[in-house]
T-cell receptor
Framework: DTAVSQTPKYLVTQMGNDKSIKCEQN?????MYWYKQDSKKFLKIMFS???????INETVPNRFSPKSPDKAHLNLHINSLELGDSAVYFC?????????????FGSGTRLTVV | GDSVTQMEGPVTLSEEAFLTINCTYT??????LFWYVQYPGEGLQLLLK?????DKGSNKGFEATYRKETTSFHLEKGSVQVSDSAVYFC???????????FGTGTLLAVQP
């Protein structure tokens, strides 16, 4: 059973389109995250939710909107895709914000905007 | 602000060589420190962690010691294998929101 699963694994789309990436965790964790990894492997946090409440919202274009329908799911919707959005997007979860055990990551979604 | 600096890669070693990947951090207080590993085409996996000064994290033959005086958390392994080839990320944790701040990653390539 995959602990943190993301769909799709690959996404190729044209500029200007709207797309969503879905993430689900079956670990019973309270906190979920979205990270963006660029072509140089640099990882930057985008958003975090704790029990469906947004707690981290980094400087990210308004075209990116996270949604957490319940604490096991965190989806990422991207409007009006641009070439610079091409990257690997990782979802992750942690037990909560206090225990400090680290994250469990999904396997990533490679987004290519053409 | 808080940041993590890692040595630039790639690091290329022969099998059974000794590995050191340097990591230093800048942060207020005493953050928890982590090493993650990313194998090709996969997500990051937690390798080891340390939560306070002088703590040593260890796993799968890898070790790192939290050095407050030098603000460092260098990763070491006595004898690397081809299967250790991956990208290694050092990270620090900011407590209030559990945010992880990552270094730029270091690619390790181990040749037979």
């Amino acid at each position: 059973d995959t602990a943190v699963s993301q769909t799709p694994k690959y996404l190729v789309t044209q500029m200007g389109n709207d797309k969503s990436i879905k993430c689900e965790q079956n670990l019973g964790h309270d906190t979920m995250y979205w990270y963006k990894q660029d072509s140089k492997k640099f990882l930057k946090i985008m958003f975090s939710y704790n029990n469906k409440e947004l707690i981290i919202n980094e400087t990210v274009p308004n075209r990116f909107s996270p949604k957490s329908p319940d604490k096991a799911h965190l989806n990422l919707h991207i409007n009006s895709l641009e070439l610079g959005d091409s990257a690997v997007y990782f979802c992750a979860s942690s037990q909560d914000t206090a225990s400090g055990y680290g994250y469990t990551f999904g396997s990533g979604t490679r987004l290519t905007v053409v | 602000g808080d940041s993590v600096t890692q040595m630039e890669g790639p690091v290329t070693l022969s099998e059974e060589a000794f590995l050191t990947i340097n990591c230093t951090y800048t942060a207020t207080g005493y953050p928890s420190l982590f090493w993650y590993v990313q194998y090709p085409g996969e997500g990051l996996q937690l390798l080891l962690k340390a939560t306070k000064a002088d703590d040593k994290g260890s796993n799968k033959g890898f070790e790192a010691t939290y050095r407050k005086e030098t603000t460092s958390f260098h990763l070491e392994k006595g004898s690397v294998q081809v299967s250790d080839s991956a990208v290694y990320f050092c990270a620090l944790r900011r407590g209030a929101t559990n945010k992880l701040i990552f270094g730029t990653g270091t690619l390790l390539a181990v040749q037979p």
